[in-house]
């Protein structure tokens, strides 16, 4: 991955940490110049959403898959 790629990933991290008050476990955010993948787990649906919305501010026109699992 480049360094580029590298260090929007770590910024998508803090962000969505941000936004979720770090709610999101095994937080983990796969950056291509295609799309964006996220993955994790959280304790509701409210949560993944802020997670989403945590990239979409960053990126608001990159594909974004949003794979976290919800358990609860």
């Known amino acids: 991955m480049g360094a580029d790629l590298t260090h929007l ?7 969505v940490q941000s ?4 709610r999101v ?3 983990a955010i ?3 110049p295609e799309c ?4 994790g787990q959280v ?3 409210y949560i993944k959403q802020l ?4 990239v979409r501010e960053c990126l608001p026109n990159v594909p974004l898959q949003n794979a976290i699992t919800v358990a609860g």
């Open 9 to 15: 990933r770590e910024e998508l991290e803090t962000r």
């Open 36 to 39: 964006v993948v996220l993955q």
């Open 19 to 22: 936004r979720t008050g770090r």
């Open 43 to 45: 304790g509701s649906y």
């Open 25 to 27: 476990r095994n937080l």
């Open 51 to 54: 997670a989403q919305h945590g």
């Open 30 to 32: 796969e950056v291509s």
